[in-house]
């Protein structure tokens, strides 16, 4: 057998693990009642059989003189405390006895005789009327008592059914009625001979069990029941303490005394138990006397006649270490004694109390030797282990440890049992290997040790046996290599322990996590960090170690504890990451902020970031038919959550660059979740969403869904598709079923536009054509069709492949899914020459616009339109030119509608001419600046909108610095702070254009409009006044004569505005004509 380690010098020499036979003399040796401390029977046997062989020889008469002698003696004295009996006529009565009496006699032998007498008494009366005067006498004195009881005890070895009906009839006429007199004895019962009645009687069923033991065994559950009755209805103190514990002892000594006491069942002893653990629960907070190891020691007698059920064994275990583990630390235990005449042995009490304790658990091991039972007394150990006070964990893990010791050493464990709780029990001993008690260190280190090598000796596993006595060792020789110890045991529970039991060894670890001890803190994270690392978990905990550390995570203190379990997640997802993302999905609903630190850790690599990300596509994609929906709850659909996560994710720093790595997949599932959330009717809420509220509120499936949707554009850097569509309101339509393909259209029509992954989202789509779901089909040739005027595509897939793809859908029962495939077999990629056609036809068209009166400008533009996009990847080379240059003059069309559609199909034209002439175009651009900047306060609403994305587009073709920042004010600026960044970003991003900005503006001074009227005077303020220096050197006098002129025209303009602005511009252009000279 593999002894625990010996050689630490913090283990305690004087608390043995196993208790030395004596506890049973320190029981009948050192009672708290006189009568048996004294000890009469066995100081004086000899004498005692003389004096009975004298009393068998007298005559009845004789005997009533003795016993009435003795009486009155007793009665006189009744009334004083006195030791000693100097009555000369009780000695010449005695005399005939020729017995060697001493010299005064003892009262406490005058009790013993008369109890001898009555016990030789054959007359059933005169026993019954000696005893009643007996009883009438005061139970003042405990002298008294004592010796009342003692009468009783002998006399009742004869006598049994008298001394019985004497003593019921006791109860029912004094003690019934000082009882009622005082129930909760708010002050002294005045009547002072009867006040202590009830510790008589406790006193003489003690002495009655103790001097009848061939007869008493049918009458233990009547005597127990009377012993609790009186104990129960009495006023507590210390004499009623006193007798119960005495009576209680005699008890037991009777008992085991007793051959035939185990084939009786005593239905009593547990009520008995529960007023010894009432009177330890009223023990005072300090150790002057050996009270609590008494009671402890009888409770031990007690709880083997028979096996006691598991809740009174559990009270008995409750109360026993909270009397004694919560008593002042042993360098207090003398200070914290009251004044007493004489200071006893703390230590040496202690020592004993302790001593009690360690023997109460291993009887009750000894009774069931099996590894369920030592779990449930170590469970009792649990809240001690836990305390805040060192000293109360110091005890504890101490008992602990020697009730294994003891396990180990003398107890050989029958019964193989796996307790789960035993992982809990491991969990707390190993966290107080940081305990800043150096004694609690060693013993819960020990006790790992020893619970370990009781798990092992049950399995018999010699490759463990060999791996502990390895740890040992190592243990006793390298304690400050902490680490190496840690993976040491680590990897013996590993082995050692059940799947439950690791379960709740790791339970328990990461219930600490939010301990405000640092030390225990980071041994708990290093542990369940080692533990994941060692491949000790299994499938099956995966849920429950989740979901407890989630249960902690926000109450984690220390960021390097944090740190490590972010480490186990991902440890635990590389293992396991299905079943790790299948359980963080159940946790909580996607939006609560807690469970994204698990998400983040699922990202600690890029592998498992990836893996993760499929999984929750896959997840996306489990979308059950309506009718069975009925059965459960929407919100509980698995790609609800899903689909709540993505969204999460999208704006998760740590799954920037996954998320670009499954963009295709991403986008393709949220377009088709969106149908499937439509085609459930779980459209609800979709357009009540604010982007410019700030409050939080939960999102409804389909805006979380759309904004994914939106969210996949602006955090991948592909924000010119977001703000495409953003700007031409083209999100809107994917709030409705009925707008919806025409969304994804737009949709797909803007990512070809940009080049947004056309290669992966093709890809993607061409796998959704084939898929058995409508919905997919419609996403898919929605997108397809679309991308057949991507500039690039050729270079992704052959014509011959896009036409046996585009040819799957002509025989698709859905109508939308044939119409777009025969529309993409139709398109100028599949049919080259239609490119001929097209531009020859766009060349006709343009020459209208140079008569001077075109009819139907809007229909011409919208013919156009169709044409730019129908040539797609072909381009309209250098009629591009000529289109922009027509275009330009009809943004200040009277018509709103022309001047929209001018200003739109501009912004068309200028990504239409291919490369070759993208120089060209980029000085369009230039030009329609400061007009597209002063039509963004168009009085047209629909003008200003579409304003907004052409500036926004010839930003982009001009490859301005701040793009993207020019988009935030041109969707969601407002006032003069918006007006103010977009002036800067256009100026700022044009160096030395100033001059030219301004020349452009002037003619806006004239306007028709007032909005573009008070633009221009902003703009032309702003410009002489932030760039004055500039334009000093860029402007020539003719343009300052040009500037006089539009200027002075305002002079006597009605409009007050323009009036004012005249006087302020005015002296800028007096201070300019002194700096320009050329």
Known sequence: MVAAPSDDPHCPQWRSSCLSPTE??????????RAILEEPLKDRLLQEEALVDKIRTMSVLEKNVVLDTIHHCIKEQTQLIWKEVADTGIQELLAPLNLELKQPLEKTFLFHVFGLILRETTDQELVRRHLADLLELSHQSSSQREGIAATIGIASSSHLQAVWALLEHLGRTRFLRTAFMSPECPQPDPDRHWRW?????????????????????????????RMVYYFSCSCYDNILKTSFLSAAIMLTKALRQEDGTQSYKFTQIPDLIQCLLRILQKEPNFLATLFRQKVILVIVKLSLRPSLKPMVKSQILQTCLQTLFVLPPGEKLKSCLPLLDLAPDVMALYKKSMQALDLLLQSFLSENKSMDEMCFLLQHMQPWLQSDKSHERKRAAQTTFLLLQYTVDYVTLTEEATPSLLGHQLGLLVLL????????????????YLLLQLLIQQKGSTEQFILLNKMKNFEAKARRQSEMKCYNVVKALNRSLTVAQHTQLILTLLERLGSHSRPQCDLASQLLLLLLEDRGVKTEQV???????????SSVVFKGVLQTMM???????????????????????????????????LAGSSRLARRVLTLLYAKLKLRPAGELLRLSQPEELISLLALGTIYELLYTREYKATVRWAFAGILV???????????????????????????????????????????????TSYWEVFAHLKLLQGWELFEHLET?????????RAMAHYDCEVKAVLGQAVISLKSSEERDNIVAILIITEFLNSQDLTQ????????????????????????????????????????????????????????????????????????????????????????????????????????????????????SGGMKYRPELKTFAFQALVPLLFHLADPCPDVAMNTKLTFLRCAILLKWEFRKELFGKLAWGHGLGAENDIFIYMVESNFGSYHQFLMQALHYLASPHRNLRRTAMKFIGGLLHDYFTDLCFSLKKGDLNVLRKHVEVLRQDPDSMSRRFYHSVLEDISELSQFVTH
């Open 543 to 553: 849920a429950e170690i989740l979901q407890g550390l989630f249960q902690e995570l």
């Open 669 to 715: 599932g949220l377009l088709t979740q969106l149908r499937y959330l439509f085609e459930l009717g779980a459209a609800d809420g979709i357009s009540d969403y604010e982007e410019d509220v700030l409050e939080v509120r939960p999102l409804s499936p389909c805006r979380t869904c759309l904004e994914a949707l939106k969210g996949l554009f602006w955090t």
């Open 197 to 225: 009645v009830s510790s008589t009687c406790l006193l003489c069923y003690g002495q009655m069990a103790l001097h009848a033991p061939e007869q008493i065994l049918p009458w233990v559950d009547n005597i127990i029941s």
């Open 433 to 448: 290997w940081r305990d800043k008690d150096l004694v609690t260190r060693s013993h819960s280190r020990q006790s790992v």
């Open 740 to 748: 919806y393909t025409e969304g994804v259209t737009l949709l797909a």
């Open 24 to 33: 049973e003399q320190e029981q009948d040796n050192g009672q708290p009642g």
């Open 796 to 911: 992704y897939v052959s014509r011959r492949t896009m036409d046996s793809v585009l040819s799957l859908g002509l025989n698709h029962p859905n109508q939308l899914v044939r119409a777009m495939s025969l529309k993409g077999l139709s398109s100028t990629l599949m049919h080259p020459k239609k490119v001929v056609l097209l531009r020859g036809r766009l060349a006709g068209l343009l020459d209208r616009f140079g008569k001077p009166e075109p009819k139907d400008l809007m229909g011409l533009m919208e013919i156009l339109g169709d044409i730019l996009h129908h040539l797609g990847t072909q381009g309209v080379g250098a009629a591009s030119l000529k289109m922009a240059q027509h275009l330009l003059p009809l943004f200040e069309d009277e018509q709103a509608p022309v001047r929209g559609g001018a200003i739109s199909l501009f912004g068309d034209v200028l990504h």
């Open 567 to 601: 480490k186990v997640v991902t440890v635990l997802g590389t293992q396991y990451t299905q079943e790790t993302v299948e359980v963080i999905l159940s946790l909580c609903h996607p939006s609560e902020r807690q469970v994204l630190p698990l998400w983040k850790a």
